[in-house]
C-alpha cells in the first residue's frame, strides 16, 4: 500500500501545491484517479474561489493526508477536502476528485468560524476553530465524532465536541489527534480527552479490552506533575504525549517497543512516562514535536536531532546504528541530517532539514522486483531433488519434487503450507507469526508420494496420489468444503479427500489426470476427459447447480455437430472456471465480472459457455494449447495450437493483458506480439491476481501487468506495464534456461532447467566444491567439473589440494613423500620431516637427541667429580686417624721399639696404610694390655 504526500511551496493562493502516492478515491486532488508514485502531481485552488471572492489573495497554510482522503487549511481559516471524503454539507461519504471548499450555513455549529487546525482519520474528521472550539464529522461507528448517540453511523455535518468542563477557558482547544476509529482532544489546561474505539488502552481508561467511548472522557496523568500536556500522536493502538516541559508519556499497545518501554510486552491503559537517555538531560536538548504511525514513534528535539523507538521491521526508525530490522525498544538518536520538522505515512518518513531539503525515507521493502534463487542449503528439503511442479498461491508457495514430496513456503494463514505437527522432522522449522520463509516438506497423516507433476494451490492445495490416481490429498483452507468434506473447515496436514465424494462417471477406470485450485473452489480432469467440480456454488459448478458441496461432481460435456466433446485441461480464477476441451477450444462458467467469462452477452453462467475471439482474430489462432485463469484474478492467458500468439481476455485494469493500454478485454484477443515477443513460439503462460507470465521456447519470460509488489520481476518505479517487458536478471544464469513458470496472486515462480555436477546445480557457488565450474558436454549429456586453478585444485569434484605441483592422490611423491597436502602448497609434515615441502629430515640422532646426550654427558662428568671427591675423603679421613693412633701407642707406653714393632704388624711405615681384619684385632689387644712387655 503506498502513502500520499502533499507538499506546499508558494506565498499565494494559486501556489504550487504537489502530490503523490495512491490516487484511487482521488486523494492526489487532481481531478483523476490516477496514481502517481513517483511523480509530483500539481493541485489547483485557484478554481475552487467563488468568483469574486474578496479572499483571493488567501493562501494554503497547512495540509494533511490519510489513506483515502487529504485536505487542506487556509491562512483565513477555510477548509477544502477531498478524496474519499465528506463534503461538510450534508452530503454522504463519496470520491471528491479536486479540492472541495467546506461550505457551512447559518444554523450549522461551524458557521463562519475560522479554522486553525485539523486533524484527519480514516473516516473523520476534527476541525478546531480560532476560539479553541472542537468540531467533529464523519464515520461514527465508534464513537469517533464524540457524538453520545450509537444510532448516528454518520455525522454528515460538523458538531461541536461536548465535555464536561463548565468554565469557558478550560474548554478551549489546543491541539487535536485523529486515528483509526479513535480521537484526541487536548485542552489549553493540557487535560486530554479521549473518545471512539477505545480498545488495547487507547483511551487510557483502565480496559484493554474492544469497548467503545461515545463521550468524551479524560485521561489522567501523574497528579504530582506540574507540567501540562501540549500534543498528542497516535499510533495503529498506541497513544504518545508530550508536554510543555519536553517530557513523554505513553499508552496502549507495547509489544514493539512502542512505548518506549523494554519491559512492557502489552497493552497498557494508564499513561505511563517514557524514560528518556540521561544524556539528553545533560546536553539541554527538548522534545518540541512528535509523530506516530502504525507502531511506531518518532521525536524531534530542540537541536534538530531525531530520536525514535518502536517497530524498526522495515527500517523505518533508520536505526543504521542497530541490527537491521530489529525494534527499538527505548528512546535513541538517529543519526542523520538536521531536520526542521518530518511526517510519517505507512513505512515512509519525509524529513523537511534545516538547510532547505526534502528528504524520503522508505523502509525495506517486504518484496522483490528481481528475481532470485530460492536458497538451497546443507539439509534442505530441495536439496538432491527435481522440482517437477509448482504453484504459487495467494500469498505462498508449493513445489512437488522428483521424490513426490509437497514442498511449501510463505503464508499460512489458512495452513495452505500444511506445516502440521512438525515435532518428528528432523529439518522441519515451524511458521514463525504464521509464515515460514524456507522451502519445507508438507506434512503428511500418512506416508504417501504424490504425481509429481500435478497439483495446484489456492488457500488450499490438491495433489493425486501416485500409487492410486483414483485417490485425491487435500490441505488448508476447507470452509466452502472445498477439501471435499463437510466435517473439515481447514487441515494443517494433508489429507486424503474422501473417496465418497468423488462422483466418478466410470469408477472403475477412471483416473485423476488434472487439478485446478481458486479461492473456495477445487476441481479435476479425468483421464476419460471428463470435468468435476466441488466447493462454493454460489456463481456455479458447471452442472447448473448454485449449491455449495462437498461432492465432486461432473460438469456437463459440451457437444459439437462432430459429436460431444471431452475435456483435458481446467484453470480457476476467483469466481470462474475455464476448460480446454479435447479440439481445443475454450468453454468458462461462473460470474462474468470484467468479462472475465469471454462471452460479453451474460452475466455469469452456471454451465459452459464457449469462449468468444475478437473479429480481428484468424481462424487459424483459434485453436489453443495452454490456459491459465488469474490466481484470485479475472483475467485469462491461452497459447494457440501454433505456439506463435498468446491470448487474454477479462480484467486488465493494470494492463495484465499486455496490449497497450488498460480496458477490459470482452472477448479472447492476441496480445501485442509486435515488440520483445515478435517471431517467438511459446511453452507456458501464467496468470496472477493482476500481472501475467508468458515463457518462451527458448526459457525465457515475459511479464506484463502490474508491478506494484514486484511480481513482474522488472527494476523500476513504474507500477504497471501494459506492454510485454523482457525479464533481464544478473539473478537468472545464462546456462540454466527456465523450465517452469507458475503465477501467485502476486508473487512470480520459475524453475531453472539446470545440470548438476556430483549433485549440486550448475549454478550453485558450492558446485565443484567451490573450486571449479561445473560444465555440460551435449553430446554425451554428461556434465563434469573443470577446476579453475589447476595447480591448487584438482579430482572430479575439484576436491583435491595440489601441493607444489602434486596432488594429494599422489601419497608417495606429495610433500615429498614425508606428510600430506591439506590446502594448497600447504604440506604438513610427518615425524622427522621439515620444510615447506617437508623434503628436509632430520639425522638419526636429531637435535634433541644430541641436546640429550650433552645433557647426559654433562650429569656423567659431575657424578663422577663428586664420586672421587667422596673416595679421596674418606681416604684421607681414614689415614688421618691411622697417624693419630700411632702417635697415642707412642706417647703412651713410651716404648719405641714397641710402636716400631707395631708399625711392622701393621706391613709398612708410617707413609703405607694396609687396613685388614687382623690388624684391628691385633691393635686391639696391644691396646688393652696391663703389661705390653709379657704379650710381647
Given at each position: 500500500m503506498?502513502?500520499?504526500?502533499?507538499?506546499?511551496?508558494?506565498?499565494?493562493f494559486?501556489?504550487?501545491?504537489?502530490a503523490?502516492?495512491k490516487?484511487?478515491h482521488?486523494?492526489?486532488?487532481?481531478g483523476?484517479?490516477?496514481d502517481?508514485?513517483?511523480?509530483?502531481?500539481?493541485i489547483s485552488?485557484?478554481d475552487?474561489?467563488?468568483?469574486?471572492d474578496?479572499r483571493?489573495?488567501d493562501?494554503i497554510v497547512?495540509?494533511?493526508?490519510?489513506?483515502?482522503?487529504?485536505?487542506a487549511l487556509?491562512?483565513?481559516?477555510r477548509?477544502?477536502?477531498?478524496?474519499?471524503a465528506?463534503?461538510?454539507?450534508g452530503?454522504?461519504q463519496?470520491?471528491?476528485?479536486?479540492?472541495s471548499?467546506?461550505?457551512?450555513?447559518?444554523?450549522?455549529?461551524l458557521?463562519e468560524?475560522?479554522?486553525?487546525?485539523m486533524?484527519?482519520?480514516?473516516?473523520?474528521?476534527?476541525l478546531?476553530?480560532?476560539?479553541?472550539e472542537?468540531y467533529a464529522?464523519?464515520?461514527?461507528?465508534?464513537?469517533?465524532?464524540?457524538?453520545?448517540?450509537a444510532?448516528?453511523?454518520?455525522?454528515?455535518?460538523?458538531v461541536?465536541?461536548?465535555?464536561?468542563?463548565?468554565?469557558?477557558e478550560?474548554?478551549?482547544?489546543?491541539?487535536?489527534?485523529?486515528?483509526?476509529?479513535?480521537?484526541f482532544?487536548?485542552?489549553?489546561?493540557g487535560?486530554?480527552?479521549?473518545f471512539?474505539?477505545?480498545?488495547?488502552?487507547?483511551?487510557?481508561d483502565?480496559n484493554?479490552?474492544?469497548?467503545n467511548?461515545?463521550?468524551?472522557?479524560?485521561?489522567?496523568?501523574?497528579?504530582f506533575?506540574?507540567?501540562r500536556?501540549v500534543q498528542?500522536?497516535m499510533?495503529?493502538?498506541?497513544?504518545?504525549a508530550?508536554?510543555?516541559a519536553?517530557?513523554?508519556y505513553?499508552?496502549g499497545r507495547?509489544?514493539l517497543?512502542?512505548?518506549?518501554h523494554q519491559?512492557?510486552?502489552?497493552?497498557?491503559?494508564?499513561?505511563?512516562?517514557?524514560?528518556?537517555?540521561?544524556?539528553?538531560e545533560?546536553e539541554d536538548?527538548k522534545?518540541v514535536?512528535?509523530?506516530?504511525?502504525?507502531e511506531?514513534?518518532?521525536?524531534?528535539?530542540?537541536d534538530?536531532?531525531?530520536?525514535?523507538?518502536?517497530?524498526?521491521?522495515?527500517?523505518?526508525?533508520?536505526?543504521?546504528?542497530?541490527?537491521p530490522?530489529?525494534?527499538?525498544v527505548?528512546?535513541?538518536?538517529?543519526?542523520?541530517v538536521?531536520?526542521?520538522?518530518f511526517?510519517?505515512a505507512?513505512r515512509?518518513?519525509?524529513?523537511?532539514?534545516?538547510?532547505g531539503?526534502?528528504?524520503?525515507?522508505?523502509?525495506?521493502?517486504?518484496?522483490?522486483?528481481?528475481?532470485h534463487l530460492?536458497?538451497?542449503k546443507e539439509?534442505?528439503?530441495?536439496?538432491?531433488?527435481t522440482?517437477n511442479?509448482?504453484?504459487?498461491?495467494?500469498?505462498s508457495?508449493?513445489?512437488?519434487?522428483?521424490?513426490?514430496?509437497?514442498?511449501?513456503l510463505?503464508?499460512n494463514?489458512?495452513?495452505?503450507l500444511a506445516a502440521?505437527?512438525?515435532?518428528s522432522?528432523?529439518?522441519?522449522?515451524?511458521p514463525?507469526?504464521?509464515?515460514?520463509?524456507?522451502?519445507?516438506?508438507?506434512?503428511?497423516?500418512?506416508?504417501?508420494?504424490?504425481?509429481q507433476?500435478?497439483?495446484?494451490l489456492s488457500?488450499?492445495g490438491?495433489v493425486?496420489?501416485?500409487?492410486n490416481?483414483?485417490?485425491?490429498?487435500?490441505?488448508g483452507?476447507g470452509t466452502d468444503?472445498q477439501?471435499?468434506?463437510?466435517q473439515?473447515?481447514?487441515?494443517d496436514?494433508?489429507?486424503?479427500?474422501?473417496?465418497a465424494s468423488?462422483?466418478?462417471e466410470?469408477?472403475?477406470?477412471?483416473?485423476i489426470a488434472e487439478?485446478?485450485?481458486?479461492?473456495?473452489?477445487s476441481?479435476f480432469?479425468?483421464?476419460?476427459?471428463n470435468?468435476?467440480?466441488?466447493?462454493?456454488?454460489?456463481?456455479?459448478?458447471?452442472?447448473?447447480?448454485?449449491v455449495?458441496?462437498?461432492t465432486?461432481?461432473a460438469?456437463?460435456?459440451?457437444?459439437?455437430p462432430?459429436?460431444t466433446k471431452?475435456f483435458s485441461?481446467?484453470?480457476?480464477?476467483?469466481?470462474?472456471?475455464?476448460l480446454?476441451?479435447n479440439?481445443r477450444?475454450?468453454?468458462?462458467?461462473?460470474k462474468?465480472?470484467?468479462?472475465?467469462?469471454?462471452?460479453p452477452s451474460?452475466?455469469?453462467?452456471?454451465?459452459?459457455?464457449?469462449?468468444?475471439?475478437?473479429v480481428?482474430?484468424?481462424?487459424?489462432n483459434?485453436k489453443?494449447?495452454?490456459?491459465s485463469a488469474?490466481?484470485?484474478?479475472?483475467?485469462?492467458m491461452?497459447?494457440?495450437?501454433?505456439?506463435?500468439?498468446?491470448?487474454?481476455?477479462?480484467r486488465?485494469?493494470?494492463?495484465?493483458c499486455g496490449?497497450?493500454?488498460?480496458n477490459?478485454?470482452?472477448q479472447a484477443?492476441?496480445?501485442?506480439?509486435?515488440?520483445?515477443?515478435?517471431?517467438?513460439?511459446?511453452?507456458a503462460v501464467?496468470?496472477g491476481?493482476?500481472?501475467?507470465l508468458i515463457?518462451?521456447v527458448?526459457?525465457?519470460?515475459?511479464?506484463?501487468?502490474?508491478?506494484?509488489?514486484?511480481a513482474?520481476?522488472?527494476?523500476?518505479?513504474?507500477?504497471?506495464?501494459?506492454s510485454p517487458?523482457?525479464i533481464?536478471?544478473?539473478?537468472?544464469?545464462s546456462d540454466a534456461?527456465?523450465?517452469?513458470?507458475?503465477?501467485?496472486?502476486?508473487?512470480?515462480?520459475?524453475?531453472?532447467?539446470y545440470f548438476a555436477?556430483?549433485?549440486?546445480?550448475a549454478?550453485?557457488?558450492?558446485v565443484c566444491?567451490g573450486h571449479?565450474?561445473?560444465?555440460?558436454?551435449?553430446?554425451?549429456?554428461?556434465?563434469s567439473c573443470?577446476?579453475?586453478?589447476?595447480?591448487?585444485?584438482?579430482?572430479?569434484?575439484?576436491?583435491?589440494?595440489v601441493?607444489?605441483?602434486v596432488?594429494?592422490t599422489?601419497?608417495?611423491?606429495?610433500?615429498?613423500?614425508?606428510?600430506?597436502?591439506?590446502?594448497?602448497?600447504?604440506c604438513r609434515?610427518?615425524k622427522?620431516?621439515?620444510?615447506?615441502?617437508?623434503?628436509?629430515?632430520?639425522?638419526f640422532?636429531?637435535?634433541?637427541?644430541i641436546?640429550g646426550?650433552?645433557?647426559?654427558?654433562?650429569v656423567?662428568?659431575?657424578?663422577c667429580?663428586v664420586g672421587v671427591?667422596?673416595?679421596l675423603?674418606?681416604?684421607i679421613?681414614?689415614?688421618?686417624?691411622?697417624?693419630?693412633?700411632?702417635?697415642?701407642i707412642?706417647?703412651?707406653t713410651g716404648?719405641g721399639?714397641l710402636?716400631?714393632?707395631?708399625?711392622?704388624?701393621?706391613?709398612?711405615?708410617?707413609?703405607?696404610?694396609?687396613?685388614g681384619v687382623?690388624l684391628?684385632?691385633?691393635?686391639?689387644?696391644?691396646e688393652?694390655?696391663?703389661?705390653?712387655?709379657?704379650?710381647?
Amino acid at each position: 500500500m503506498w502513502a500520499n504526500a502533499l507538499l506546499g511551496f508558494g506565498d499565494h493562493f494559486d501556489q504550487v501545491i504537489r502530490a503523490f502516492g495512491k490516487n484511487s478515491h482521488g486523494q492526489l486532488g487532481d481531478g483523476t484517479q490516477t496514481d502517481a508514485p513517483t511523480t509530483l502531481i500539481r493541485i489547483s485552488f485557484t478554481d475552487k474561489l467563488p468568483e469574486g471572492d474578496a479572499r483571493e489573495n488567501d493562501k494554503i497554510v497547512k495540509v494533511y493526508a490519510n489513506l483515502h482522503w487529504s485536505g487542506a487549511l487556509s491562512e483565513q481559516g477555510r477548509v477544502f477536502l477531498w478524496g474519499e471524503a465528506y463534503s461538510g454539507n450534508g452530503d454522504a461519504q463519496q470520491d471528491i476528485l479536486s479540492p472541495s471548499l467546506l461550505i457551512t450555513q447559518e444554523g450549522d455549529d461551524l458557521f463562519e468560524k475560522r479554522v486553525v487546525e485539523m486533524a484527519l482519520g480514516e473516516e473523520h474528521a476534527i476541525l478546531v476553530d480560532e476560539a479553541g472550539e472542537a468540531y467533529a464529522m464523519g464515520y461514527n461507528m465508534n464513537g469517533q465524532t464524540g457524538v453520545n448517540d450509537a444510532a448516528i453511523l454518520h455525522q454528515l455535518k460538523p458538531v461541536r465536541i461536548q465535555h464536561n468542563f463548565p468554565e469557558k477557558e478550560l474548554q478551549r482547544v489546543h491541539n487535536v489527534a485523529a486515528g483509526a476509529s479513535t480521537s484526541f482532544v487536548v485542552l489549553r489546561n493540557g487535560n486530554v480527552l479521549c473518545f471512539g474505539n477505545a480498545q488495547d488502552g487507547i483511551c487510557a481508561d483502565g480496559n484493554t479490552n474492544f469497548h467503545n467511548l461515545h463521550q468524551p472522557r479524560q485521561i489522567e496523568f501523574d497528579k504530582f506533575s506540574l507540567e501540562r500536556v501540549v500534543q498528542v500522536v497516535m499510533g495503529n493502538f498506541h497513544a504518545v504525549a508530550r508536554t510543555d516541559a519536553g517530557r513523554l508519556y505513553a499508552w496502549g499497545r507495547g509489544a514493539l517497543g512502542q512505548l518506549g518501554h523494554q519491559q512492557i510486552e502489552k497493552a497498557v491503559a494508564s499513561p505511563v512516562s517514557v524514560i528518556l537517555p540521561p544524556h539528553w538531560e545533560q546536553e539541554d536538548v527538548k522534545i518540541v514535536d512528535i509523530r506516530a504511525f502504525d507502531e511506531s514513534t518518532l521525536i524531534l528535539l530542540s537541536d534538530g536531532r531525531m530520536g525514535a523507538f518502536g517497530d524498526n521491521n522495515f527500517g523505518t526508525l533508520m536505526h543504521d546504528i542497530l541490527q537491521p530490522q530489529s525494534n527499538v525498544v527505548e528512546p535513541s538518536l538517529v543519526a542523520g541530517v538536521s531536520v526542521n520538522t518530518f511526517a510519517m505515512a505507512q513505512r515512509i518518513v519525509f524529513l523537511a532539514t534545516t538547510d532547505g531539503g526534502l528528504y524520503q525515507v522508505s523502509g525495506t521493502q517486504d518484496y522483490t522486483s528481481d528475481p532470485h534463487l530460492v536458497y538451497y542449503k546443507e539439509g534442505s528439503h530441495l536439496k538432491d531433488v527435481t522440482i517437477n511442479d509448482v504453484a504459487g498461491g495467494i500469498e505462498s508457495t508449493a513445489l512437488i519434487t522428483s521424490k513426490g514430496e509437497v514442498i511449501t513456503l510463505g503464508s499460512n494463514s489458512k495452513n495452505e503450507l500444511a506445516a502440521g505437527d512438525e515435532e518428528s522432522d528432523s529439518l522441519a522449522e515451524p511458521p514463525f507469526n504464521n509464515q515460514r520463509l524456507v522451502p519445507r516438506r508438507a506434512v503428511l497423516k500418512a506416508q504417501h508420494t504424490f504425481v509429481q507433476d500435478k497439483m495446484c494451490l489456492s488457500f488450499h492445495g490438491l495433489v493425486i496420489n501416485k500409487d492410486n490416481e483414483q485417490q485425491l490429498f487435500a490441505w488448508g483452507d476447507g470452509t466452502d468444503y472445498q477439501l471435499g468434506s463437510d466435517q473439515i473447515s481447514s487441515s494443517d496436514t494433508i489429507i486424503q479427500v474422501p473417496q465418497a465424494s468423488i462422483l466418478f462417471e466410470k469408477p472403475i477406470s477412471e483416473t485423476i489426470a488434472e487439478v485446478a485450485c481458486g479461492p473456495g473452489l477445487s476441481g479435476f480432469v479425468s483421464n476419460e476427459g471428463n470435468a468435476y467440480t466441488f466447493g462454493r456454488g454460489a456463481q456455479g459448478l458447471g452442472d447448473g447447480s448454485t449449491v455449495t458441496r462437498f461432492t465432486a461432481k461432473a460438469v456437463p460435456l459440451p457437444t459439437s455437430p462432430e459429436g460431444t466433446k471431452t475435456f483435458s485441461k481446467m484453470s480457476i480464477g476467483k469466481e470462474h472456471f475455464l476448460l480446454l476441451t479435447n479440439d481445443r477450444q475454450m468453454y468458462t462458467f461462473g460470474k462474468n465480472l470484467y468479462d472475465a467469462l469471454g462471452h460479453p452477452s451474460v452475466n455469469s453462467s452456471t454451465t459452459p459457455v464457449l469462449v468468444e475471439y475478437d473479429v480481428a482474430l484468424s481462424t487459424t489462432n483459434r485453436k489453443v494449447s495452454h490456459i491459465s485463469a488469474g490466481v484470485n484474478g479475472y483475467h485469462n492467458m491461452a497459447i494457440t495450437d501454433n505456439r506463435d500468439v498468446i491470448l487474454c481476455w477479462g480484467r486488465n485494469h493494470m494492463g495484465q493483458c499486455g496490449m497497450g493500454h488498460t480496458n477490459n478485454v470482452p472477448q479472447a484477443k492476441s496480445v501485442d506480439m509486435t515488440g520483445v515477443l515478435q517471431g517467438k513460439k511459446f511453452l507456458a503462460v501464467a496468470a496472477g491476481e493482476a500481472h501475467s507470465l508468458i515463457l518462451d521456447v527458448d526459457g525465457q519470460i515475459f511479464t506484463m501487468g502490474s508491478n506494484e509488489y514486484g511480481a513482474l520481476g522488472v527494476k523500476s518505479d513504474r507500477l504497471q506495464f501494459s506492454s510485454p517487458q523482457r525479464i533481464s536478471s544478473n539473478n537468472f544464469p545464462s546456462d540454466a534456461p527456465v523450465r517452469l513458470i507458475a503465477a501467485g496472486a502476486r508473487h512470480s515462480l520459475a524453475v531453472l532447467d539446470y545440470f548438476a555436477c556430483n549433485s549440486v546445480a550448475a549454478f550453485d557457488p558450492q558446485v565443484c566444491s567451490g573450486h571449479g565450474k561445473c560444465s555440460l558436454n551435449p553430446t554425451l549429456d554428461t556434465s563434469s567439473c573443470s577446476c579453475v586453478d589447476s595447480s591448487k585444485w584438482t579430482g572430479s569434484n575439484c576436491e583435491i589440494p595440489v601441493c607444489f605441483s602434486v596432488s594429494q592422490t599422489d601419497t608417495s611423491k606429495v610433500c615429498s613423500g614425508n606428510g600430506y597436502c591439506f590446502q594448497p602448497d600447504n604440506c604438513r609434515c610427518n615425524k622427522g620431516s621439515y620444510g615447506d615441502n617437508c623434503e628436509n629430515r632430520e639425522s638419526f640422532c636429531g637435535t634433541k637427541c644430541i641436546l640429550g646426550i650433552i645433557g647426559l654427558v654433562i650429569v656423567a662428568i659431575f657424578a663422577c667429580v663428586v664420586g672421587v671427591s667422596l673416595i679421596l675423603l674418606v681416604v684421607i679421613t681414614y689415614r688421618s686417624s691411622i697417624l693419630a693412633r700411632r702417635a697415642s701407642i707412642r706417647n703412651s707406653t713410651g716404648n719405641g721399639a714397641l710402636a716400631e714393632r707395631y708399625e711392622k704388624m701393621l706391613g709398612g711405615d708410617e707413609d703405607e696404610g694396609v687396613a685388614g681384619v687382623e690388624l684391628g684385632a691385633s691393635f686391639g689387644d696391644l691396646e688393652g694390655g696391663a703389661n705390653e712387655n709379657d704379650r710381647l
